[in-house]
Nanobody, 126 residues
Framework: QVQLVESGGGLVQPGGSLRLSCAAS????????MGWFRQAPGKERLFIAGIRWSSHTYYVDSMKGRFTISRDSTKNTVYLQMDSLKPEDTAVYYCASGPPRTLGASATTPGWWDAWGQGTLVTVSS
């Protein structure tokens, strides 16, 4: 059984940075796609980025530049570095793990993924 535990959320001022972590158990993060989504109140869950193996990453265009996904295989952990944060980045951020398939445009839909963390809240406010 796959378990994903996010951490690193909190309150940050506009322009600041945060790094979210997702610790996985029951599945090797390097072999399976791992991804990050976010969901603002009253909004749908939106894909941010995915990673598989050590260098295959996929981002939605709107998230490129300020968000960076990475992994540490020795810790079976995936990270999301978020820079130049804006108030509109306020949301619950979710980690996801998917079946061993190639990352691509279809991975931007929540149904593509088969395991989810509980989410971590990020609030960007002065």
């Amino acid at each position: 059984q796959v378990q994903l535990v996010e951490s690193g959320g909190g309150l940050v001022q506009p322009g600041g940075s945060l790094r979210l972590s997702c610790a996985a158990s029951g599945r090797t993060t390097s072999s399976y796609p791992m991804g990050w989504f976010r969901q603002a109140p009253g909004k749908e869950r939106l894909f941010i980025a995915g990673i598989r193996w050590s260098s295959h990453t996929y981002y939605v265009d709107s998230m490129k530049g300020r968000f960076t996904i990475s992994r540490d295989s020795t810790k079976n952990t995936v990270y999301l570095q978020m820079d130049s944060l804006k108030p509109e980045d306020t949301a619950v951020y979710y980690c996801a793990s998917g079946p061993p398939r190639t990352l691509g445009a279809s991975a931007t839909t929540p149904g593509w993924w088969d395991a989810w963390g509980q989410g971590t809240l990020v609030t960007v406010s002065s």
